[in-house]
């Protein structure tokens, strides 16, 4: 992938484009853009001969010249230009494997802690009501918890579910990394997996984890989805430790919708929240295949529901 940016390089001596800092400086503004994946072409315009102003297009290998009319020009290239077309034929490459990587360092050592600080502010506008309140301690007297939840509601959920510190079971993808660091900054311990990636190694953790008296997290319908149908993890947990699952939906009045895969809700600032909490459901020991699937579809049912009868408070099926 090439560059973009537009260079209005200065005319110099004998009308030849001054091969200034600022030249140097748009460059590397260039590989900035299209490490962000803003821009998918180069175009940088200077003025060359006779103060004409002509497009200088460039990739790794090549460099054309064009007129404001559209009509490719192949002038005697200056010093400078021939200077520019080299810097530019080595830079591609090099920020192309580093930039990249770059980037996403940076956004990870300073995007969660953001996050975290604003979603506070952020959150403390909005109006929480809880149905059902009293399930939780009902389910918490028999010990470790595991709290299944729809990844749509994961920006509050996280918020919420703070005040009762565990383990979260995070995707072990690249952008999982931002979600992880976010939940460790909200006191939680992470477990890095999926049902696609380290999902074997992932479900040992979490089982170190509830035998040591841990509360669990889990995404139910995954990283991936489909969207509101649950995933057997939940239920494998239960039926390995004896450990009762303990749904909770939450519906927003007035919210943001983000275009992903499950439809993700932000509530806006001072917004009405309702968390519906269900009561917590046992499953029964040494599940086999058949025993863990029909287990699944009990609680799917039962997420399902809670997700109705939220929704339906703001005169809402559902909320997308």
């Known amino acids: ?13 004998k009308n030849e484009p001054k091969n200034d800092a600022r030249g140097i400086w748009s460059f590397g503004l260039l590989a900035l853009l299209k490490a962000a994946g803003k821009f998918q072409t180069c175009g940088v315009y200077a003025p060359l001969r006779g103060a004409q102003a002509v497009k200088f297009s460039f990739s790794a290998t090549s460099a054309v010249l064009t007129n404001a009319n559209g ?9 400078g230009l021939q200077g520019r077309v080299l810097w530019a034929r080595i830079f591609t490459p090099i920020a192309d494997l580093i930039l990249p990587d770059l980037f996403y360092k940076i956004s990870l050592a300073v995007l969660p802690g953001l996050y975290v600080g604003l979603s506070r502010l952020w ?3 909005c ?4 149905r059902d309140a009293q399930y939780i301690e009902e389910a918490k007297e028999q010990g470790a918890v595991i709290v299944p939840f729809w990844h749509y509601s994961i920006f509050y959920m996280f918020h919420h579910l703070q005040q009762y510190p565990g383990v979260a079971l995070v995707s072990a993808s690249r952008d999982g990394e931002y979600i992880a660091r976010i939940a460790e900054r909200l006191n939680f311990e992470t477990v890095r997996g999926s049902s696609h990636r380290q999902g074997v190694q992932a479900m040992k953790k979490l089982l170190k984890a509830m035998k040591a008296g841990r509360h669990v997290g889990i995404v139910a319908d995954g990283s991936q989805g489909p969207a509101r149908v649950m995933q057997p993890g939940a239920v494998y947990l239960a039926s390995k430790t004896g450990a009762p699952i303990f749904p909770i939906v939450w519906a927003v009045d007035r919210g943001k919708i983000f275009r992903s895969w499950d439809r993700t809700v932000l509530p806006l ?11 917590p459901m046992n499953v029964p020991g040494g599940l086999d295949e058949q025993g863990i699937e029909e287990q699944r579809l009990l609680v799917e049912g039962k997420l399902n529901d809670l997700y109705r009868q939220v929704w339906a408070e703001f005169g809402k099926e559902r909320h997308d």
Request: glycine share 4%.
């Open 1 to 13: 992938m090439s560059y973009f940016a537009r260079l209005y390089a200065l005319q110099g001596p």
């Open 71 to 79: 009509e490719t020009q192949y002038p005697a290239p200056s010093r």
């Open 123 to 125: 959150f403390s506008t």
């Open 127 to 130: 109006r929480l009501t809880i």
């Open 269 to 279: 600032p001072f917004s009405r929240i309702v968390m519906r909490y269900g009561k």
